[in-house]
């Protein structure tokens, strides 16, 4: 096993290996980032949730925000049509 980790440091020069340990390092840095991050998300809509809002609905309100306006307005057009012709509207 020593044996195999040695030729395939001698595969990478120095330099190279350097800049592999530092991209695996910080990808590590900001998974934990991301991590961090997720768990104030969780706890701002325990928040919301705590003070009588819907975390459902406010997730839905977030993805909407995100889409260009013109396609969510296209794609509601679309949503009602469909929904209209199965007779649901």
Known sequence: MADDASA???VLNATAQGQLKSIIERVERLEQEKAEIA???K???AEAKGNGFDVKVLR????IRKQDR???QEEEAILDLYLSAIGEI
């Not at 839905?60 to 993805?63: A, D, N, S, Y």
């Open 70 to 72: 013109a396609k969510r």
């Open 60 to 63: 839905k309100v977030i993805r």
């Open 8 to 10: 395939h440091s001698d």
């Open 39 to 41: 768990e104030q998300i």
């Open 43 to 45: 706890e701002v809509f």
